[in-house]
T-cell receptor
Framework: NAGVMQNPRHLVRRRGQEARLRCSPM?????VYWYRQLPEEGLKFMVY????????ESGMPKERFSAEFPKEGPSILRIQQVVRGDSAAYFC?????????????FGQGTRLTVV | DQQVKQNSPSLSVQEGRISILNCDYT??????FLWYKKYPAEGPTFLIS?????DKNEDGRFTVFLNKSAKHLSLHIVPSQPGDSAVYFC?????????????FGTGTRLQVML
């Protein structure tokens, strides 16, 4: 049973370009969460999705950021017109169900560098 | 507004000794607490958890203590091993919330010396 898979592991974008980060949850998991870790900080919640639904996006910046988890395929975190401040490690986590679950399993992360 | 605080950014411990990592929280709605371990260039790995109805949970070398009145929890690792060297994150959520909308502390880097 493969773990949470994120790709790419490293992504370099120039300012103004778009970044697409992908996350395939563990088999059987239908809940996906995205977190961002800025240098020297803890992980900050961004968005919680179930298949075809955004459940909680309270941690998402209001502009340029969007997320989806389609019926088929991985979850995508999309950052448009990237700026240097978007440079961070982005982690995806998955769990089999929401409120009654006690832990989530994290992927290895995508390290985004904006130059 | 840092609702989960880990005030020690780093800790060095001799192999075989006890490591004690501390965590404080301010949100009284938090009911479930977790510790994650993170190696460089990897994602966090779940270590141990505790709900607010308990004051202690033990799993092998790892024990988490919760003092709800003080809004404080700690992770004890005994005996410490070199492979325990990593960054440890404390995390919390309200029980009624979706479990994985976790609020994380800033982490404590543990170094276990030979």
């Amino acid at each position: 049973n493969a773990g949470v898979m994120q790709n790419p592991r490293h992504l370099v974008r120039r300012r103004g370009q778009e970044a697409r980060l992908r996350c395939s949850p563990m088999k059987g998991h239908s809940h996906v969460y995205w977190y961002r870790q800025l240098p020297e900080e803890g992980l900050k919640f961004m968005v919680y999705l179930q298949k075809e639904n955004i459940i909680d996006e309270s941690g998402m910046p209001k502009e340029r950021f969007s997320a989806e988890f389609p019926k088929e395929g991985p979850s995508i975190l999309r950052i448009q017109q990237v700026v240097r401040g978007d440079s961070a490690a982005y982690f995806c986590a998955s769990s089999p169900m929401g409120a009654m679950n006690t832990e989530a399993f994290f992927g290895q992360g995508t390290r985004l560098t904006v130059v | 507004d840092q609702q989960v605080k880990q005030n020690s950014p780093s800790l060095s411990v001799q192999e075989g000794r006890i490591s004690i990592l501390n965590c404080d929280y301010t949100n009284s709605m938090f009911d479930y607490f977790l510790w994650y371990k993170k190696y460089p260039a990897e994602g966090p790995t779940f270590l141990i958890s505790i709900s607010s109805i308990k004051d202690k949970n033990e799993d092998g070398r790892f024990t988490v203590f919760l003092n709800k009145s003080a809004k404080h929890l700690s992770l004890h690792i005994v005996p410490s091993q070199p492979g325990d060297s990593a960054v440890y994150f404390c995390a919390a959520h309200p029980w009624i919330s979706t479990a994985s909308k976790l609020t994380f502390g800033t982490g404590t880097r543990l170094q276990v010396m030979l």
